[in-house]
């Protein structure tokens, strides 16, 4: 067999392969949908919560709704946002759920001291069945820093 011949003939399995890896990569490629192609909705910096995440504002407004339920979440305890109705610590909750309303569409606010707290307990609650659950994004430090007061300190 000539160099040239050798040489061709090793250069073509090489091709075929490429060839057929180059198809099922695309074939796996189209069989993923575009919503499989794009990243996380949630980034290192904020873990996904269970709860919908709130600005001191409309966490105040929030609370201010007649039937809403106010948790602190935090442990150790480092005061209250005025109008808290319950304090679980954030990893007692499914464990102290009968504190919690028996109504799992009673709409609740979770807060902790600077976040990470409250979005635990927002998962228990939503593996509780709650649905409508808002938490604090910041915790207390973000309402303190809005201006806001914090009691029992």
Known sequence: MSKSARSTAVSRPSRSL??????????????CSSEDLLPAPTSQLEPASAARMVDPGEFAAAIAEPNRVTV???????????????SIPFDQIA??????????????????????????AAQALRDLGYTDVVELRGGMRAWQADGRQVTGI
């Not at 109504?103 to 001291?113: Q, S």
Request: charged fraction near 15%; aromatic fraction near 4%.
């Open 18 to 31: 490429t060839a057929v890896l180059t198809a099922i990569g695309v074939l796996g490629l189209s069989a």
């Open 72 to 86: 602190n979440v935090h442990v150790p305890f480092e005061g209250d946002i005025p109008g808290t109705d319950l």
């Open 95 to 120: 464990a102290q759920a009968e504190l919690l309303p028996t109504d799992r569409r009673t709409a609740l606010a979770i807060y902790c001291r600077s976040g990470p707290m409250s979005t635990v």
